[in-house]
Nanobody, 120 residues
């Protein structure tokens, strides 16, 4: 399974962005897709949100109510997971990464990330 992020960019405080994570390969084997971010100066990635193959969603407290994770529903988007981000703050500036947890695979598949910068 491979995943690739897109949709990052520069946005003003209070603005919104929608990130996309497109999966390819053995997509039917994906158990869950998770969004993380890695902020400048932070040693570790921060968990943001996850959606399972059954549609169960989990969120970090830090983004609950502002970020929404969802799966595409059309034939063209069914292999894509979105992260809708609203009310963005400067502290949301980070490299955003998606990761796939795959049945039968003991490691996650990671993308290269997409940069989000929140600044006026």
């Amino acid at each position: 399974v491979q995943v690739a992020e897109s949709g990052g960019g520069l946005v003003q405080p209070g603005g919104s962005l929608r990130l996309s994570c497109e999966a390819s390969g053995r997509v039917a084997s994906i158990r869950a897709v998770t969004w993380f971010r890695h902020a400048p100066g932070q040693e570790r990635r921060e968990f943001l949100a996850e959606i399972s193959d059954r549609g169960v969603e989990n969120y970090a407290d830090s983004v609950k109510g502002r970020f929404t994770i969802s799966s595409g529903s059309s034939d063209n988007t069914k292999n894509t997971v979105y992260l809708q981000m609203n009310s963005l703050k400067a502290e949301d500036t980070a490299l955003y990464l998606c990761s796939a947890d795959v049945y039968g695979q003991n490691f996650r598949s990671w993308g290269q990330g997409t940069q989000v910068t929140v600044s006026s």
